[in-house]
């Protein structure tokens, strides 16, 4: 055998290897230049040159152009700031309910680079590092769904108590006594849903994805994350309510 060949070839083959995996994580996390690019031909309308919100368009919109600057965002992962993946889902499937579109047609490597873009915006990014930390755990498993019955009838309960009504009304449809006097965080008027449809649901279509609204709240809005006042269960429990009082849809897990 010829050992120092057979060493050029493994160092090589390292090389090829090591090079690969660079470059997968480099489009993973995506080139802010590109991102800006981008941004500047599809965003700045809305968003305005600097994110603020505050673009050529933006005046007469209803619900406003997020300003992209303070790092508050409506879906999210974390209590705090959005993962990278939150925001390229926010890109891919647009928000529902806004002027927001969806960018599926986009190369993923395309919205990455939107993502990489979006997050030097905010000094709010910088100052959490590389990235938002990911959750710690995963979302807590769902109920036994041979409790169903139990749960539908304490989340019917607990959209009461919890509160929930004097915005979103008792049926969901946005006509609690609170509903016409919201406010955003920028101090522009807001409204509720007129209803729980969930193709417009903001996160997603399944009940897991409101109870990741119920756990987090969504960054801006009079929307509070509810963690400090239900349980794991309760939160679930108001979850499935909120998906019985929609027109269509299943479940995750069903």
């Avoid at 700045?44 to 152009?65: L, W």
């Avoid at 990014?125 to 539908?152: C, D, N, V, W």
Wanted: hydrophobic share 35%; aromatic share 8%; proline share 8%.
């Amino acid at each position: 055998m010829n050992t120092p060949r057979v060493l050029r070839v493994g160092a090589v083959c390292l090389i090829v290897l090591v090079l690969a995996v660079s470059r997968s994580v480099s489009a993973q996390d995506g080139d802010p230049n590109s991102g800006k690019a981008e941004y500047q031909i599809l965003c700045i309308e809305c968003h305005g040159t600097s994110g603020k919100g505050d673009g050529r368009v933006a005046f007469g919109m209803f619900p406003r152009p997020r300003n992209l600057t303070t790092g508050k965002f409506k879906i999210r992962s974390t209590p705090t700031l959005p993962t990278d993946e939150d925001l390229f889902e926010v890109i891919s499937r647009g928000m529902p309910g806004t002027a927001m579109p969806s960018w599926a047609a986009l190369s993923e490597a395309t919205r990455r680079d939107l993502v990489a873009f979006v997050k030097t915006l905010s000094p709010e990014f910088r100052e959490a590092g590389p990235a938002p930390a990911a959750p710690s755990q995963e979302t807590p498993q769902m109920p036994e769904l041979r409790s169903l019955g139990k749960i539908f009838a304490q989340g019917r309960q607990l959209f009461q108590d919890a509160g929930c009504v004097k915005c979103h009304g008792p049926t969901g449809l946005g006509d609690g006594p609170k509903a016409d006097r919201l406010k955003d965080d920028w101090d522009y008027r807001t409204l509720p849903p007129r209803g729980f449809s969930l193709a417009r649901m903001k996160r997603g279509r399944t009940v897991e994805d409101i109870y990741k609204i119920l756990l987090n709240g969504m960054g801006g809005t009079p929307m509070p994350s509810f963690t400090d006042s239900l349980s794991e269960e309760e939160m679930w429990a108001v979850a499935f309510h909120v998906w019985t009082l929609s027109a269509a849809g299943v479940p995750s897990g069903l």
